[in-house]
């Protein structure tokens, strides 16, 4: 690979991670500039075929398809949703209640899957009617906690799919249970850490009740269609930024070392954290090697929008911008990466 195309994918790169930021127009179409940032990555790597234009076709099928369909269910059910979310917090409060709804949707986001979790979340901050801050806070909040918890089975999200598969050889022989052997004890602590942020860190306000302008539009069925649209392109986006991206990260990560490997996990926070697994993870590696990618993987697919499927379909539904994912998520984010790094390196 020659220093032009090294230079080339690391500008592009520069360009995801900075243009949402800095420029308003890049940020309110953000899935139209991913995927025109993911055909250039393809373009400068020379990575074009007929087969991953083809993924980009069908991969993203299914999760837009979810999105939709549960758009569809959750308006025809709503009235029945607001009435058990008003019965759990009658019972024992608003916050209590948003703590214990969001360590459930990250334990059981292994088996529903992270898009199923992170549509579940949707539901439950649009009813349980917060404003605007308490909102995306909830929304970054839960979301890290559905992206650690998706990771604990080879169901949960394509991550913890490909390490599974990439690990079911010799000498790790990894089983269904293998990764949830591996990762429990360590995501359990920030499943619990990020549900109390979300709940207890500063005041939940509630919309009032006369506001004329809610954050999120209706969901007519424009709306609905319009949602599913936009989740499309970002999944079909990370496709093209991931396999475009794919040369300089195999050539990049088999010669670091583990510290290095843990840190290099931040650029998951702007590509597709599976890709990243596919390029990293190997069988060669021991556990301590794969743990620490991982979890840095997993955090830091918390970081942005792009970086986790849960946080595309959140961000979607409840209108949340770049800047305001990365003002909640970022501090909450570097944190954990820093605890995790600091225990890591005292035990292993």
């Not at 979790?117 to 649009?126: F, G, S």
Request: hydrophobic letters at 55%; charged letters at 15%; aromatic letters at 8%.
């Amino acid at each position: 690979m020659s220093y032009a195309v090294i230079a080339g994918l690391a500008l592009i790169m520069a360009l995801v991670l900075l243009l949402p930021f800095s420029i308003k127009r890049v940020e309110e179409e953000l899935e139209i500039f991913l995927v025109i940032m993911g055909c250039a990555a393809m373009t400068v790597s020379g990575s074009w075929n007929w087969h991953i234009v083809k993924e980009s076709l069908v991969e993203p099928v299914k999760i837009s398809t979810a999105v939709l369909v549960a758009g569809f269910l959750f308006r025809a059910g709503r009235t029945h949703i607001e009435g058990m979310i008003e019965l759990l917090e009658r019972r024992i409060g608003i916050r209590h209640s948003l703590f214990a709804l969001i360590v459930l949707l990250g334990f059981l986001s292994g088996l529903l899957t992270a898009i199923i979790a992170a549509l579940i979340l949707c539901e439950i901050i649009h009813h349980l009617r917060l404003d605007r801050p308490s909102r995306i806070r909830a929304a970054v909040y839960a979301c890290y906690a559905i992206g650690l918890g998706a990771a604990l089975t080879p169901l949960g999200e394509p991550l913890s799919t490909i390490v599974t598969a990439r690990l079911q050889g010799p000498p790790h022989n990894a089983g269904f249970f293998w990764l949830a052997n591996l990762l429990f004890l360590w995501v359990t602590p920030a499943i619990i850490a990020v549900a109390a942020l979300a709940a207890y860190w500063r005041p939940l306000g509630r919309a009032t009740t006369g506001d004329t302008t809610p954050d999120t539009p209706p969901d007519t069925k424009k709306v609905l269609f319009m949602r599913a649209g936009k989740v499309y392109m970002f999944v079909a986006a990370l496709v093209y930024l991931g396999q475009g991206l794919s040369p300089i990260a195999g050539k990049l990560i088999p010669a670091l070392k583990g510290w290095q490997l843990y840190w290099l996990g931040l650029s998951s926070a702007a590509l597709d954290n599976a890709t990243l697994a596919a390029a990293g993870i190997v069988p060669s590696m021991g556990r301590a090697q794969i743990l620490s990618f991982a979890l840095s993987l997993l955090i830091s697919g918390g970081i942005l929008i792009p970086g986790n499927i849960p946080n595309i379909i959140s961000a979607a539904k409840l209108d949340i911008k770049s800047r305001e994912w990365a003002r909640a998520a970022i501090p909450a984010g570097v944190v954990l990466l820093v605890i995790y790094f600091l225990a890591l390196a005292a035990i292993y």
